[in-house]
C-alpha cells in the first residue's frame, strides 16, 4: 500500500526522487525495501495499534510527515510546493492509510485466532 501510494504521489508530482528510478517504478528499489520492512511491523511489534483506530490515525498523521520530512531535509526525495503544504496532504493521506491499515491487521489477526 504504501509503495503505490508513494507512486501515485510521484506520478501526481508531489515528491520526486533525486536520483531517476529505473524503468518504469516512480521510486527508487530501497523506497520498496523500506515499505517491505513496515509492512512486517503492523502484525507484531505494532499489532497493540490494531486495537485503537484513532491513535492509529493520529501515528499516521504524525509519524508519515516527520518521516517524509526527514527525507527531504536528508536530501532522500524534494517535496513540491512548501513543505508545510505537502506535509499537512502527507499528513491527512497518511492518517487514513494507517487507520485503514490498522483495521486491516486486526481483523486477518482476528480470523487466524478464530481458524485455530
Known sequence: VGF????A???LGVMQFPQ?????FTQPLWMAALWVSFATTL????????????LAVAFGAIGGPLA??????????????PPPVS?????????VA???LAELTRMTVLREQEAT
Open 4 to 7: 503505490a501510494m508513494d507512486s
Open 9 to 11: 504521489l510521484a506520478l
Open 20 to 24: 531517476r528510478p529505473a524503468m518504469l
Open 43 to 54: 502484525s507484531h511489534c505494532l499489532r497493540w495499534l490494531t486495537s485503537r483506530p484513532p
Open 68 to 81: 517524509y520530512g526527514a527525507g527531504h531535509h536528508l536530501g532522500a526525495l524534494s517535496l513540491a510546493g
Open 87 to 95: 506535509l499537512t496532504a502527507l499528513a491527512l493521506i497518511w492518517g
Open 98 to 100: 494507517m487507520g485503514t
